[in-house]
């Protein structure tokens, strides 16, 4: 298995443009999360997925923010506008299921806006 | 909801001497709690885990202890080496199955 895809690795946008973040979980993996990671609010949760389903958005920033989870193969993260406050490294993460079960990181995407 | 705290921030170590980080939660419904390594620019991996079942896990040089009464649990690397030296990072994942992470330790093996 790859593990968890995502894509683009490196963002480069300007403030006010729109950015969508993609991620590809693990194949079997039923659960996906998104989180953000800054250097002074370390990693934080955004949102996170059961069965394609979200159960918990409460750490979304703002309305600029979405996510979207349209199969069990794919998931989106959308940023409209952004600002350069926004800049952070985005990981998407997964796991089998149930409360126990190890999470999978993948690789992050290093989003800057200028 | 919980709250994850983490210490100390940085840790310097001789090579071949033992670190210890610690970690105190606040959801006493808290049940599951792991430890993340992540070296620079890469993605946080999984390094050892603990359940609420049981006080202590090992694996190799790395142990967790976990105390439930004090909501505190502890990562301890024993003859530490230069590849010891990443970002650790605690978690604890309690009611509505969300991992809430600690602030991170930058772990240091000087040679």
């Known amino acids: 298995d790859a593990g968890v895809i995502q894509s683009p690795r490196h963002e480069v946008t300007e403030m006010g443009q729109e950015v969508t973040l993609r991620c590809k979980p693990i194949?079997?993996?039923?659960?996906l999360f998104w989180y953000r990671q800054t250097m002074m609010r370390g990693l934080e949760l955004l949102i996170y997925?059961?069965?394609?389903?979200?159960?918990?958005d409460s750490g979304m920033p703002e309305d600029r923010f979405s996510a979207k989870m349209p199969n069990a193969s794919f998931s989106t993260l959308k940023i409209q506008p952004s600002e350069p406050r926004d800049s952070a490294v985005y990981f998407c993460?997964?796991?089998?299921?149930?409360?126990?079960?190890?999470?999978?990181f993948g690789s992050g995407t290093q989003l800057s806006v200028l | 909801g919980e709250n994850v705290e983490q210490h100390p921030s940085t840790l310097s170590v001789q090579e071949g001497d033992s670190a210890v980080i610690k970690c105190t939660y606040s959801?006493?419904?808290?049940?599951?709690f792991p430890w993340y390594k992540q070296e620079l620019g890469k993605r946080p991996q999984l390094i050892i885990d603990?359940?609420?079942?049981?006080g202590e896990k090992k694996d190799q040089r790395i142990a967790v202890t976990l105390n439930k009464t004090a909501k505190h649990f502890s990562l301890h690397i024993t003859e530490t080496q230069p590849e010891d030296s990443a970002v650790y990072f605690c978690?604890?994942?309690?009611?509505?199955?969300?991992?809430?992470f600690g602030a991170g330790t930058i772990l240091r093996v000087k040679s």
């Open positions: 993460a997964s796991r089998v299921g149930g409360s126990n079960e190890k999470l999978f």
């Open positions: 194949s079997g993996h039923n659960s």
């Open positions: 997925f059961n069965n394609n389903v979200p159960i918990d």
């Open positions: 959801d006493s419904a808290s049940n599951y």
């Open positions: 603990i359940r609420s079942n049981v």
């Open positions: 978690a604890a994942r309690g009611n509505g199955n969300k991992l809430v």
